[in-house]
């Protein structure tokens, strides 16, 4: 009968998805742009925002937030273990429709592209040195204008959820801008969508946030990167414990 369920519910996120991003993700697009510049942005913004939280009520997944979202007054980026699609609207949902430095694959998902580029998403191509360059110092101009950024430093989505080894320089961007890291911790997405799997799944998740990290209390980007890494790591432990009790 589990089996029977998840195949539903399989069926339920493809038909969904369609209906939600591009049924209603249209609808909304038009709406924003009839509402004009400010209004529309704000409306949009928000629907992304109900977008996230939604999906995993739509889903049948419970979503257990620990711990609040630190006030910070100023632009911060996001770093967070990476296990699923499901992520990005667990990050949009719970820390707010945040543009996100990603890989150029993403670029292939219809509407979804439509989105990330809304949001100000940089999308970066690794192979492509000169890409990179640009989509960095892009990053690097919009810090600047107070955006705020969301990153994965594992640079892919774990298999099995446990956090894999942050890539080398790839929290450069904050220790070069000294913008403040927000640690962010899942734990959960991976059962419910698995790496290059449709298969719903699990019907529990967790997001935890960390202690604010400011960039210019570490002498160098590894050590920054260390520190982060390993509050992440300790997150992700203690959601496993809540989520799965
Ligand atoms: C109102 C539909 C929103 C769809 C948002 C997709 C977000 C991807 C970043």
């Known amino acids: 009968f589990a089996k ?8 339920w996120l493809l038909v969904g998805a369609f209906l939600y991003i591009f049924v209603y993700g249209s609808i909304v697009l038009l709406i924003g742009w009839i509402l004009g510049k400010e209004k529309g942005r704000r409306f949009v913004l928000k629907q992304i925002e109900i977008f996230g939280r939604l999906a995993f009520k739509l889903l049948g997944v419970k979503v257990f937030v620990c711990g609040r979202k630190p006030d910070v007054n100023t632009n911060y980026i996001v770093v967070s273990n990476h296990q699923s699609i499901l992520d990005i609207p667990l990050i949009i ?3 707010g429709p945040t543009p996100f430095i990603a890989k150029k694959e993403l670029e292939k998902f219809p509407m979804v592209n439509v989105y990330l580029k809304y949001l100000g998403s940089e999308l970066i191509d690794r192979g492509n040195v000169r890409q990179t360059a640009t989509a960095i110092r892009e990053v690097m101009r919009k ?6 950024f969301v990153l994965f430093p594992e640079g892919t989505r774990s298999p099995n959820g446990e956090v894999l080894p942050f890539k080398p320089r790839s929290l450069e961007i904050a220790f070069k801008a000294k913008v403040p890291v927000l640690p962010v911790s899942i734990w959960g997405n991976h059962l419910v969508i698995p790496k290059h799997k449709l298969i719903v799944s699990g019907n529990k998740t967790g997001i935890m ?6 960039p210019e209390n570490f002498k160098s980007e590894e050590e920054l990167r260390a520190y982060v890494e390993n509050v992440i790591r300790q997150g ?5 414990e809540v989520v799965e009790n």
């Open 4 to 11: 029977l369920f998840n195949v539903l519910r399989s069926l």
């Open 93 to 95: 949902g719970y820390v």
């Open 143 to 148: 810090l600047n204008e107070g955006y705020h």
């Open 209 to 214: 946030f960390g202690e604010v990290v400011y």
């Open 236 to 240: 992700v432990e203690k959601l496993k």
